[in-house]
C-alpha cells in the first residue's frame, strides 16, 4: 500500500514529463558552459608595480612631513587656546586638529590630558605622540602675564595705593544670560545659551515640535549633540511652560501621526493602532501597560490624551 502510494508521487503527464526534460536540458547546458568558458576565457593579469611604488613612495613622503612639523616646533601649548594651525605643526592631523578647535568653539574644555580622548579621531597612541607638547600652565602663565602688565601701569599713578588701583581696575563684565522658557524660544534666544550654536538649536526646534513640547528640561538631554557638560551649562537658564503641550490622542491620531511621535515609533504605533481596532478605544491609561514599558509609558504620560473617555 505504501508503495503503491510512493509509486503515484512520480506518475506525471505528458506535458510535465516534456517540462521536467526541458528544465533537465537547461541545467546540463548550464553545467557544460561554466566547466567550458575557462578554456575560452583567459584571466587578465594587470601589473600593479608601478601604482605600488607611488603608494609608498606617497606615504613616505607624508610620514616625513608630519615628522619635520613636529621636530620643528618647540615650546608647550595649552590644550585650551589652540589654533590648527599649531596643533598641525605638532604632527596632528587635520581633521583631528579642526575637531579640537570646533569643541574648544562650542564651549568644551579640558582639565587634564586624558580628557583629550573624548575627542573624535583622538586615540591613546596619538596623545602619546605629542602629549609632551601639551602644557595646562600656559594659560596660568598668560594670566601671570596680563597681571604683570597690569602692575607696571600702576606705577603710573603714584597717589594710589596698588591695592586700590587694582581693584579699581576695569575689567569686561560678564554677559547677563536671560532666562529662556524652552518651549516658545526661537533659535535666535537658544543660540544665547552657552555652548548652543545654529545647528543645536535647530534640532532643539524640531525635537520640540515632533514631541509637541517639553515638560522638563532634562528631556534635552535625549538631543543628538547635546552632552552632559552643556546641559549643565544650560540648564540654569532654562524654565519650562506645559500649558502649551500639544496632547497625543491616542484614540484618534493615526498611524502616520502616532508613529512620529518620538516617544511612540511605528512599531508601537501598530500595535496601538491593532488593540484599538480589535478591543475598541482606549478607557484607562492604565490599558497602555500591555504595550508600552513602565519607563516608555511613564515618559508618554504628560502628552497623553483620551478625549471623552480619560478617567
Known amino acids: 500500500m505504501f508503495l503503491r502510494e510512493l509509486g503515484e508521487i512520480f506518475i506525471f503527464s505528458k506535458r510535465e514529463r516534456n517540462g521536467i526534460l ?7 547546458f548550464v553545467v557544460v558552459l561554466d566547466l567550458m568558458l575557462p578554456l575560452f576565457l583567459k584571466e587578465q593579469v594587470y601589473d600593479t608595480t608601478a601604482w605600488r611604488e607611488k603608494a609608498e ?62 575627542l573624535y579621531g583622538m586615540t591613546a597612541d596619538k596623545l602619546a605622540t605629542f602629549g609632551e607638547n601639551l602644557s595646562f ?25 596698588s591695592g586700590d588701583a587694582l581693584k579699581k581696575w576695569p575689567t569686561k563684565p560678564d554677559r547677563k544670560i536671560e532666562m529662556v522658557e524652552v518651549n516658545s ?14 545647528v543645536l ?24 549633540g547635546m552632552s552632559e557638560e552643556l546641559w549643565q551649562r544650560s540648564a540654569p537658564h532654562l524654565s519650562v511652560d506645559t500649558s502649551g503641550i500639544r496632547k497625543v490622542e491616542i484614540n484618534f491620531l493615526s498611524l502616520t501621526d502616532l508613529g512620529h511621535h518620538p516617544y511612540i515609533g511605528f512599531r508601537l504605533a501598530k500595535k496601538i493602532i491593532r488593540k484599538r481596532d480589535t478591543d475598541g478605544k482606549f478607557r484607562t491609561k492604565e490599558e497602555l501597560a500591555t504595550i508600552f514599558s513602565p519607563d516608555s509609558l511613564r515618559q508618554l504620560l504628560p502628552y497623553l490624551s483620551l478625549t471623552g473617555t480619560e478617567k
Open 201 to 224: 538649536a535647530s534640532r532643539i526646534i524640531k525635537y520640540r515640535r515632533l514631541l509637541g513640547g517639553f515638560y522638563d528640561v532634562s528631556q534635552l538631554m535625549k538631543i543628538y
Open 185 to 198: 524660544a526661537d533659535s535666535a534666544q537658544l543660540e544665547a545659551l552657552p555652548g548652543i550654536g545654529p
Open 57 to 118: 613612495a606617497y606615504f613616505a613622503q607624508s610620514s616625513s612631513d608630519g615628522d619635520t612639523l613636529k621636530v620643528q616646533f618647540s615650546g608647550t601649548l595649552d590644550p585650551n587656546r589652540v589654533q590648527i594651525s599649531e596643533l598641525l605643526k605638532i604632527g596632528i592631523p587635520a581633521t583631528l586638529a579642526a575637531n579640537w578647535v570646533r569643541y574648544l568653539e562650542r564651549g568644551g574644555h579640558f582639565k587634564k590630558k586624558e580628557e583629550l580622548l573624548r
Open 137 to 161: 600652565t600656559a594659560t596660568r602663565n598668560a594670566d601671570s602675564a596680563k597681571t604683570g602688565v597690569k602692575r607696571k601701569l600702576i606705577q603710573k599713578w603714584p597717589t594710589q595705593s
Open 22 to 28: 526541458f528544465l533537465l536540458s537547461i541545467l546540463l
